[in-house]
């Protein structure tokens, strides 16, 4: 059948890089937000990028006009109803992808292919809520979206193989490499990702060394382009702690167990750059360690 038509469903961080690549590969997109603040929150950001991107020379201005013209917000579900493809790519919380779901799942026609951008929940969990078992799977993208060039497949045991095919290409399509995994929590990044980002947390309670050695060290001595803890501050620390429960639930591993400090930074509102705190201070500019976070650990 193709793909053209692509529904995202949310227009924070991830669903508006997802909804920006879809337009930018020449699909109708559609994004769905719960509200219209969000919306023009999400949609601002997209614009920015893309001007960005032509302040630098990486597209022109013709091109910016070109993926605008193929992108729309909505508040509306009923507005789904002729996609083609729907991607979930709301807050990692299965009770609130379940209920959004279920609300597109019902506007829908039965040939639309549902998937989710979740990298920790069931995806055999999420289809098992809809009228679509046999269509639905897991695609999994990168932060930030237009610059990270992978997607993991995890499909269940109930996909068809004419939706594992239409997803491959819709991927190939955004200029993205594809990689197939499995359905268990964490699929191949995460499950790798996670315990090294949560033991460095545990490196900084253990007095290991402080917030910009421990990121030097993995910079300089690995090669990372990015520090663990500067990482999780770019990720989120309430949605790392978010994705560390469900590993541990899972696996009940101990290199899965969530570190106190990661806890009580979520606690105190220290989420990463979208609260301007984590780990490092974000409101002055150039980041600044906050060196203060282990008087307690």
Known sequence: MGIDRVGVLGCGLMGAGIAQVCAQAGHDTIVLEASTELLTRGLDRIGKFLQGSVDRGKMTAHERAATLSRLKGTVT???LADRDLVIEAVTEDLAVKQALIAMVDAVCPPKTIF????????ITQLAAGTRRT???IGLHFFNPVPLMGLVEMAPTILTEDAVLKEAAAFVESLNKTLI???DRTGFIVNRLLVPYI???VRALEQGAGSIADIDRAM????GHPMGPLALLDLVGLDTTLRIAEVFFEEFREPRFATPPLLKRMVLAGFHGRKTGRGFYDYGSGNPVPNDFLTRSA
Request: proline share 0%; with cysteine.
């Open 77 to 79: 579900t009923s507005d």
């Open 115 to 122: 998937a989710s951008n979740t990298s920790s929940l069931s």
């Open 134 to 136: 046999g269509r639905f």
């Open 180 to 182: 197939r995994t499995t």
């Open 198 to 200: 949560l033991d460095a």
């Open 219 to 222: 910079m300089l001595g690995c």
